[in-house]
């Protein structure tokens, strides 16, 4: 996948990773007034006069409080998880109605295992890089750039997985069955934010600890959901 223009060029996507590292309007503001303050004093007004305020210490980086942050999951982003948890619901619904033809099954079961293959290898490719960056082996940009390409594969997966799981008849009354509903939903809702920290890795030249962190927290969540919904659906299997 070609190298886009947010990769190339991480200012242009985030006009606060361009903005420079200057005091603000508001520490220009306290020296302003301390000047006016004795301006005043040249009046007539013969009563001893309150000293100025002392100037607050220069700032040569902005605190986070005032740094602009877009919010962390985009429009776009949102309709996706509303999607993919709709998208969940009813094959949980639809599963329920249906009888397939065992020949329809079989070939289900393979199409499930392949979408493993395709969805859960994604993920892992792209955690891997994220792992060899956080230890000093690979650049923020081979993450970004991973995640990037792999995103087609791990929801065409996911997207696979519901389908063929339709077909599959999935007990719901046993709670093994439940909990691999649970572990799907947080593999969608993790997947949405993977998407949501990695469009902000992008725009930034070097991600706050709070971002690294909540990548680090969605990644291993979705590692432990992902590999949760195949071990369930392995001791499920018949
Ligand atoms: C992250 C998503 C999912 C993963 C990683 C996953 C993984 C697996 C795996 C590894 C198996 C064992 C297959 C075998 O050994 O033949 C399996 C079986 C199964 N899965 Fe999933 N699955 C996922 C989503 C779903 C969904 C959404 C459903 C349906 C609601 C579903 C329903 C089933 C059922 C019913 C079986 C048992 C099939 C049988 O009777 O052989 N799975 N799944």
């Known amino acids: 996948m070609p190298a ?15 903005r420079p590292d200057t005091g603000t309007a508001a520490d220009t503001g306290t020296a ?14 013969p009563e001893p006069q309150p000293q100025p305020a002392p100037a607050p210490p220069e700032r040569t980086t902005p605190s986070p409080a005032r740094r602009w942050d877009p919010p962390l999951v985009t429009r776009a982003e949102a309709a ?6 709709s998208a969940l619901g009813a094959v949980v619904v639809v599963s329920q109605l249906l009888d397939p033809h065992p020949g329809v099954r ?23 890089f994220g ?10 940009e081979s993450v970004v750039a991973t995640a990037r390409a792999l995103a087609v594969p791990i929801w065409l997966g996911l997207a696979g997985l519901l389908v063929s799981g339709m077909l599959l008849e999935p007990e719901l009354s046993a709670p093994l069955t ?38 680090l927290a969605v990644a291993l969540s979705s590692q432990v959901a992902w590999w949760s919904a195949a071990v ?7």
């Open 4 to 18: 886009t223009s947010s990769q190339t060029h991480p200012a242009a996507a985030d006009p606060a990773a361009s």
């Open 32 to 45: 302003a007034d301390a000047g006016s303050v004795g301006d005043a004093s040249a009046g007539a007004v």
């Open 80 to 85: 996706l998880a509303a999607t993919a948890l």
């Open 106 to 128: 079989s070939v289900a079961q393979f199409a499930h295992l392949a979408c493993v293959v395709v969805g859960l290898g994604s993920v892992l490719a792209v955690d891997w």
């Open 131 to 140: 792992l060899r960056w956080r230890l000093g082996r690979g650049s923020l």
């Open 178 to 215: 439940l909990a691999k509903v649970a572990m799907v939903t947080v593999t969608c809702l993790a997947g949405v934010l993977a998407l949501a920290v990695g469009r902000r890795l992008a725009a930034r030249r070097s991600p706050s600890p709070r971002l690294v962190r909540t990548g």
């Open 232 to 238: 369930i659906g392995f001791l499920n299997r018949t």
